[in-house]
């Protein structure tokens, strides 16, 4: 059911926190909310876009989509921006001097963690941007308390004149539970008044902020002591007590049922009172938090006893098999819990592109591409540094590839001197961070060649539009980025700007072995659309000919997973030596018949699987 559809009053849903915290946007009459997509935050913006008295868009990067609910805000409305937790080091500058100006209309900034980093390059704690920033932070933990929280957060903005962090993890933002909507709140914006004392952050008025921003927290440090949100739980054994937020509070109650609790959903300012209070209540306190000892630090500075980081893990999620044994340790008791069932290993399943990704070529050609270092960037294509193709060296963070690359030119030592230096990135990513290293490149005569990867959506994500699809949000036609153009207008010469389609290895692959040769910026753009988007069209699938397969194994090394090996042989070659074999067959049902595997394929085995007049040809890659 379309989040759009709920019109009950107080429906019972069981839904995701991401789309709780849609319909909490929803129903605190949020008028603006922007976003740039990021896994586990992707869909809040997904889902709020379906209901249309909100305007929400696809920001170009998340400090862009701070900025204009930052603009909304100060227009009297209320405003919501989505992102993951690497999202916010991006949008920090913007985020951190609105820290002094204070929120107009109810500003909530939604941040998901990714605890465990199931698709991140690291696992960062945002609750540190409560405390950096000087603003409060909540912590629902499950979908129910992603409705409430988001909720309260605009009244808590409004009430104290500053944004509200809501801070999510992986597991509120995709698990799902009942969620019972409350009534719909009104809000008028109020219209922008001039105050530049306040709005216009020079140093002379921003020091006059300062004190306004401390007595704040003062005001924030008692509310969060009488704060609703903030839950004590008596429990039955007070051997072991606990302080703890988020998902985490579960993995408690499932570990320790009967031991006392003190949830934490208005974690920062941390009501230090309470909890110093709770603990006399029970005969060890341990401070279960995900992940850095936040709270632990602040209660230990506030002289009150507890365990925290010494006794649980610094990483991961803090799920009952990490809690349970650790807690049994501090207990002293090793009979109680040993019945915990150890996690079972799984076959490996590494992550790899879709069938027919048009990025596979890309990554064949560049495994076959000689004396040359490759920066990688954050996308789909970070892939590209595993199995087959090993065919990236560095990958940093979102739109680092062509800064990397400048750097590994200009800080070339004397032994990598004679070799070439190759950016690969994405469209939305080039948009999102990458334009500025491309202008530094050029700028500053670097020595660099540029893949830039269109396949016009945010493929990672799950292939939402992005400015190259000429396609916004709401699936409306609008202004569509000119690769070409643009990097000639950031000072790439027209004449080392290519176009190339990336089925086509063998031009492809010609492209790249000269313009890596050139002393000077060059670009390779190639041009096919993401095979999970309405623009890509299939042609009919592929299968290998038995008779004519050699067992070269050649297009295993194209990497897609419609290819699937079906027998292995040894065989003595006539120098003695022994080689193995791999005779492969292909999904049918998969394969979109984009012919990328037959381009290795010497024995010609790779043939239409049904009667048509597709053309399949075999090219050699020297």
């Given at each position: ?18 789309m709780a915290v849609a319909q909490a946007a929803r ?541 292995r042989e040894t065989v003595i070659k006539p120098n ?47």
């Amino acid at each position: 059911m379309s989040t759009a559809e709920v019109s009950a009053p107080y429906p019972r849903q069981f839904i995701s926190g991401n789309m709780a915290v849609a319909q909490a946007a929803r129903d605190a009459n949020v008028k603006v909310a922007a976003a740039y997509p990021g896994t586990p935050s992707t869909e809040i913006l997904e889902y709020i876009s379906e209901f249309p008295e909100i305007y929400s868009e696809w920001s170009i990067n998340e400090k862009v989509s701070m900025e204009v609910t930052i603009g909304a805000s100060l227009a009297g409305s209320r405003a919501l921006c989505a992102m993951k937790h690497v999202g916010m080091n991006v949008a920090s500058d913007a985020f951190m001097t609105q820290t002094l100006i204070g929120a107009v209309g109810g500003l909530v900034i939604v941040v998901a963690d990714d605890v465990g980093l199931s698709s991140s390059q690291n696992e960062q704690d945002s609750r540190y941007w409560g405390r950096f920033a000087h603003l409060p932070v909540l912590e629902p933990s499950d979908a129910q308390e992603a409705y409430d929280f988001t909720k309260a957060a605009f009244s808590i903005s409004e009430q104290y004149e500053v944004p509200v962090i809501v801070r999510l993890t992986t597991r509120i933002c995709h698990v799902k539970g009942v969620v019972i909507n409350s009534d719909a709140e009104k809000h008028t914006a109020t219209g922008f008044v001039k105050d530049p004392s306040r709005l216009v952050m020079v140093p002379g008025n921003a020091k006059h902020r300062i004190p306004k921003m401390m007595a704040r927290d003062t005001e924030l440090k008692k509310y969060s002591e009488q704060s609703d949100l903030n839950i004590v739980e008596t429990g039955t054994d007070h051997s072991v007590g606990f302080v703890t937020s988020g998902a985490a509070y579960y993995h408690v109650k499932e570990s320790f049922p009967d031991a006392p609790v003190l949830k934490l959903g208005f974690s920062h300012p941390a009501p230090i009172e309470k909890i110093r209070d709770f603990s006399t209540t029970v005969e060890k306190l341990v401070v279960i938090e995900e992940v850095e000892p936040l709270l632990e630090t602040e209660l230990k500075a506030a002289n009150v006893a507890v365990y925290g980081k010494d006794v649980v893990p610094k990483i991961g999620e803090l799920s009952p098999p990490v809690i349970k044994p650790a807690i049994q340790a501090l207990k002293g008791d090793e009979s109680t819990y040993t019945n915990i069932i150890p996690a079972q290993e799984l076959f490996p399943r590494p992550p790899t592109m879709c069938v027919a990704c048009p990025h596979l070529g890309i990554y064949y050609c560049l495994s076959h591409i000689k004396n040359t270092i490759i920066s990688g960037d954050i996308g789909c294509y970070t892939l590209g540094a595993g199995h087959p193709w090993n065919a990236l060296d560095t990958c940093i963070s979102m739109g680092a590839s062509l800064s990397v690359a400048q750097g590994l030119d200009k800080g070339r030592a004397e032994s990598d001197e004679n070799k070439n230096v190759l950016a690969v990135i994405g469209d939305s990513t080039f948009l999102h961070m990458g334009m500025q290293g491309l202008l530094d490149i050029t700028y500053n005569k670097g020595n660099v060649t540029i893949l830039l990867l269109d396949n016009r959506a945010v493929g990672m994500t799950g292939g939402q539009n992005a400015p190259s699809s000429g396609i916004n949000l709401q699936g409306e036609q609008t202004s569509q980025v000119d690769f070409r153009k643009l990097c000639e207008a950031l000072g790439v010469k027209p004449e080392r700007i290519h176009e190339v389609n990336p089925y086509e290895m063998p031009v492809l692959f010609k492209a790249l072995r000269q313009e890596v040769k050139i002393k000077e910026p060059s670009v390779i753009i190639t041009n096919q659309p993401c095979v999970l988007t309405e623009r890509y069209s299939k042609l009919p699938p592929l299968k290998v000919d038995d008779d004519k397969c050699t067992g070269c194994a050649n297009c295993l090394d194209v990497g897609c997973p419609a290819i699937t090996v079906s027998r292995r042989e040894t065989v003595i070659k006539p120098n003695g030596k022994e080689k193995e074999l791999a005779f492969v067959d292909i999904d049918t049902a998969a394969c979109t018949g984009c012919t990328l595997c037959t381009k290795p394929c010497a024995p010609d085995a790779i043939i239409p699987a049904f009667n048509t007049n597709q053309n399949v040809q075999t090219v050699e890659l020297k």
